[in-house]
């Protein structure tokens, strides 16, 4: 809850969902603000080195707790702004059935209610082929927004070529429901990386709501976004407006970066996968909050050129690491990581058959494991007592040796 911006296109979306919401969660609440201006934002906005908004949310939480409220919100704040063709029908049933959706209106969103079912169709053991499709092309739709999509080939010719296509999707799960479609190869392939895993632990508040309207100015703000369109973004080649960053939200920008690569340095490949795409999540996040606090697209143009702020930065950096920490500890207890558990393996192997230090360069060498992997299993095998961790430095670099743990 302390990561809702006081003021704001956020901010409102978000007190319009507690306003009418049974069963009110700040975490749904966020999911659905931040689902709703990625893609209002679409394809109008992107940040001096071409990020755009799009994201891939999906919103865990038990059975009652009120998920319904989440599409109710957006759909009736949609149909007050007279923009309800922004949102993809739900029941997509085929790759060819998403692509051709997404190219009658190239930013969209996607709500997806049973989500962790649907996923069984893509991910599962009994895979569905068509809707194994959507999984593949959510993949390869998340890096083409700034981009072109080819489409498919067919007898007929080639079909559905999308410029900068812009989806963003809102899943609806339980835990459940999705940990059961859930290992180690949806982890690694980078499918859990590409989403945003707001995750509810605690039974939402049931309050009592009566039907409130969507108030004008609301729909007044989300209408001029919907209508907003860059000076050289004519159809059909959109140039959204570039927002670039202060110095100071550059510099905490790269700090950022640079800290989850040294974590990544000591953390299982499983782990490491799940922060790859965080910093970038970050600049999405500030390019939102800069587009939200403003008071609207009119001052896209006025503005004096110092867009987003080392506050944007900031806010971004606690949402994105919050939620990448959330799809940690969940894929931690559903899954199992085999190049973990493979390093473990391998290290006992190594410093059981022998007294003397063995260093971790010649277990990689042999077994063509990852250096983090390797740390990360010996971190854990030492906070188990099973191994003991001597640690040389030679300059900038560190020799690391192992050895069996000695009996006292």
Request: hydrophobic share 35%.
């Amino acid at each position: 809850e302390s990561l809702v911006p006081e003021k704001g296109l956020i901010r409102d979306i978000y007190n319009y969902y507690c306003q009418t919401a049974f069963y009110c969660s700040p975490i749904m609440g966020m999911a659905t603000a931040m689902s709703l201006v990625e893609t209002l934002f679409g394809r109008r906005v992107q940040t001096d080195n071409g990020c755009r908004v799009n994201d891939y949310n999906v919103v865990l939480a038990a059975t009652g707790s009120g998920k319904e409220n989440c599409q109710k919100t957006i759909t009736r704040i949609m149909q007050a702004a007279s923009a309800l063709h922004m949102i993809l029908p739900s029941g997509v049933q085929s790759g060819n059935g998403l692509l051709t959706a997404l190219s009658e209106q190239p930013c969209s969103l996607w709500i997806k209610d049973e989500f962790g079912a649907y996923l069984e169709a893509v991910f599962g053991k009994k895979k569905n082929p068509h809707k194994e499709d959507v999984g593949r092309l959510l993949l390869e739709l998340y890096n083409l927004s700034d981009s072109y999509f080819s489409g498919n080939a067919h007898s007929s010719g080639s079909k559905c070529q999308i410029e900068q296509p812009h989806l963003s999707l809102l899943g609806l799960s339980t835990a459940g429901g999705l940990a059961n479609n859930l290992d180690y190869s949806v982890i690694e392939g980078g499918s859990m990386s590409r989403m945003s895993w707001w995750i509810v632990t605690e039974r939402p508040r049931m309050q009592n709501v009566k039907i409130v309207p969507v108030p004008d100015w609301l729909a007044f703000k989300v209408r001029s976004w919907v209508e907003y369109q860059p000076e050289e973004g004519l159809p059909p080649r959109p140039q959204p407006a570039t927002i670039p960053l202060s110095p100071e939200a550059q510099e905490r920008l790269e700090a950022h970066k640079l800290a989850i690569v040294k974590k990544q340095e000591s953390e299982s490949s499983m782990v490491s996968a799940l922060w790859t795409r965080t910093a970038h999540r970050t600049l999405k996040f500030a390019l939102c909050s800069f587009c939200s606090r403003i008071a609207g697209p009119q001052e896209i143009s006025t503005f004096n050129g110092v867009g987003i702020s080392l506050e944007d930065v900031e806010w971004g950096i606690k949402l994105s690491n919050w939620l990448t920490r959330s799809a940690v500890d969940f894929a931690c207890v559903t899954a199992v990581d085999h190049d973990q558990a493979k390093a473990e393996l391998t290290i006992l192997d190594f410093v059981n058959k022998t007294n003397d230090w063995v260093s971790t360069k010649l277990i990689q060498k042999n077994r063509k494991l990852q250096k983090n992997t390797i740390v990360s299993a010996m971190l854990k095998l030492e906070r188990e007592g099973k191994i003991e961790v001597a640690r040389k430095s030679y300059g900038q670099k560190e020799k690391i040796s192992l050895r069996r743990a000695q009996k006292p």
